[in-house]
C-alpha cells in the first residue's frame, strides 16, 4: 500500500499583497504532518508537508501533488490537506473556490491556485479513495469532489473510485476564524480551530470499538469536539461520493481498554440497513448466513437515497454471489434482493 497526504500550508505573503499572514496556517501544516507521521496507517514516509519554496505559485503546488498523486494506485488513498486563505470571485470565468500560494494578491484571482485545477489533478489520480480536507474561508461553497450535481467538469472517474471533501465550514458564514483555540492541549492551541480540534481527535482517538476512524466517525467525532468546545466554533462539514461512511482512514489512538464494546450483530433488517449507513463495524459473515435477510437488506439499500447506500448494495451483492453458490440459497436471495431495481 502506497497511500499519500500531501499538506499545503502557505503561511508567508509579501507585505505589499494584501494577504495577512497567520502563524497558525504554519503551525497547523506542521502539526499535520507530525500526527501523520505517528498514525500507523500513515507515517511519516507517506506525508509530505510543503515548505514555503514549494508553496510559493500555483504552479509549484500543482507540480507537488501530481508528484505524489502519481504514486498512489487502485488500492490506495490520496489525501490532500489544505490550510489557508479561501477566496471566492463571482466575476471571473467559472467561479470556484481559490486557494492562496505564497505569491497571491487580495484582488488578483489569477494570483491564486483555482480548486477546478486541484480538483481535476485529484480526480485523475489512480487512487481508490480521493480525500481533500479543505481548512480555508469559503470552504463551505466546495463542490463534491467527484462528479455528481455539483461537481466540477472535465474528469470522468473510473466506477467505484470515492472521494470525500471535509471542510471547516458548513452553513452559510463563509469565513472561517483562523486563531488558535485556547482549550487545546500543547501546539494544537496555536493551530487554527478546525484543524487543531480534527488533530486532537487523530491524536487521542476515540471510544468508538472500531480499531479505524472511519470517514463517517471522523466526522462525526470533529463535530461533537467543536460543539461541545466552550468556545463557539464553526460547524464543519462532509461530502461523500461514491465513498462509504464506513471506509478506513486513520487508525483509532485511544486505548483499546477505553473504547466501548463491540455492539451486538443487529437483530433484523432494519436494525442491519441502519447500522451498515452509520458506518458501524458490521461483521458481514452474520448477515451472510441468512440468504433472505441479505436479499432484503439489499433492497433496502437499493432503494434508499441515502449517501454511500448504492456502494453498500453493490459490495454485499458481490459477497452474496460468492457465498450463495447452492441453487436453493440463491434464489432465496435473488427473490428478495430483486424487489428493488438496479442503480
Known amino acids: 500500500m502506497t497511500s499519500r497526504a500531501l499538506v499545503i500550508g502557505p503561511a508567508e505573503y509579501a507585505g505589499e499583497s494584501g494577504v495577512r499572514a497567520y502563524t497558525e496556517i504554519g503551525v497547523s501544516a506542521v502539526q499535520y504532518g507530525e500526527v501523520l507521521a505517528g498514525n500507523p496507517m500513515w507515517g511519516g514516509d507517506r506525508c509530505r508537508v510543503l ?24 488500492d490506495d488513498i490520496f489525501m490532500v490537506v489544505y490550510i489557508g486563505h479561501g477566496a471566492y470571485w463571482n466575476d471571473v470565468p467559472g467561479a470556484e473556490v481559490h486557494f492562496s500560494v505564497g505569491s497571491s494578491y487580495k484582488d488578483k484571482p489569477w494570483t491564486w491556485l483555482s480548486s477546478w485545477y486541484l480538483y481535476r489533478a485529484m480526480r485523475l489520480c489512480r487512487a481508490g479513495l480521493k480525500v481533500l480536507i479543505a481548512d480555508c474561508c469559503y470552504s463551505n461553497m466546495l463542490p463534491h469532489l467527484g462528479n455528481g450535481i455539483r461537481s466540477l467538469p472535465g474528469v470522468l472517474d473510473d466506477a467505484g473510485q470515492g472521494t470525500c471533501v471535509l471542510t471547516a465550514l458548513k452553513d452559510d458564514n463563509v469565513r472561517a476564524w483562523p486563531h488558535g483555540c485556547e482549550r487545546l492541549p500543547g501546539r494544537l492551541a496555536h493551530c487554527t480551530p478546525f484543524s487543531g480540534h480534527l488533530l486532537n481527535v487523530l491524536g487521542n482517538g476515540t471510544t468508538d470499538h472500531r480499531p479505524e476512524l472511519t470517514l463517517g466517525l471522523l466526522r462525526d467525532a470533529v463535530e461533537e469536539e467543536m460543539s461541545l468546545c466552550p468556545i463557539q466554533h464553526d ?109
Open 51 to 74: 515548505g514555503p519554496d514549494e508553496v510559493m505559485t500555483a504552479g509549484d503546488v500543482m507540480a507537488a501533488l501530481e508528484e505524489e498523486a502519481g504514486r498512489t494506485g487502485p
Open 235 to 343: 460547524r464543519p462539514r462532509m461530502l461523500l461520493n461514491d465513498a462509504r461512511e464506513s471506509r478506513a482512514l486513520f487508525t483509532n489512538r485511544m486505548d483499546p481498554a477505553k473504547r466501548a464494546p463491540r455492539p451486538d450483530v443487529p437483530a433484523g433488517t432494519g436494525e442491519w440497513v441502519t447500522a451498515l449507513l452509520q458506518g458501524n463495524d458490521c461483521d458481514l459473515r452474520e448477515l451472510l448466513k441468512d440468504p433472505r435477510r441479505t436479499g432484503d437488506v439489499v433492497a433496502r439499500l437499493r432503494a434508499s437515497s441515502r449517501d454511500g447506500a448504492a456502494s453498500i448494495a453493490r459490495r454485499i451483492d458481490k459477497e452474496a454471489s460468492e457465498r450463495f453458490t447452492e441453487p436453493g440459497d440463491f434464489a432465496r436471495y435473488w427473490n428478495k434482493a430483486e424487489r428493488a431495481p438496479r442503480p
